[in-house]
């Protein structure tokens, strides 16, 4: 087994490296808020007119799919969810862009939500 020691002096095998170094945005959600707003930056990406947002679960399930029409002027898209429709968890969200009536993948963005 390889061993590491990482900055800030804990000691570990390899294969967590990428666990330790790779963590998804964390979002807490107030106790009291019905609905919560997700702020996905598209900069760099593809450009599209229309963008399909589909969002899992950590095993693998939709939980929710939708559209939006274009960016912001800051490229960046605002995701609007329901608490009620996502309970707190890991989740991937995968954002397409529709170009000629095609769906191409543009970014995931996985993510940790809590309430």
């Known amino acids: 087994m390889r061993r590491f020691k990482a900055t800030n002096g ?4 390899l294969s967590n490296v990428r666990s ?3 963590r998804e945005p964390s979002v807490g959600v107030g ?4 609905n919560f707003t997700l702020i996905l930056n598209v900069a760099g990406q593809p450009l599209a007119s229309t963008f399909v947002v589909e969002i ?3 095993n693998g399930k939709r939980v929710w799919h939708g559209q939006r029409l274009g960016m912001g002027r800051d ?11 996502i309970p707190a968890g890991r989740y991937l969200i995968k954002l397409y862009g529709m ?3 095609k769906q191409e993948p543009v970014a995931d963005y996985p993510v ?3 309430y």
């Open 10 to 13: 804990e000691v570990g095998d």
């Open 20 to 22: 330790l170094l790779i």
């Open 31 to 34: 106790e009291s808020l019905l």
């Open 56 to 58: 899992l679960d950590s």
């Open 75 to 85: 490229y960046s898209l605002n995701l609007t969810l329901a608490r009620r429709m």
């Open 99 to 101: 170009r000629d009536g």
């Open 112 to 114: 940790q939500i809590s």
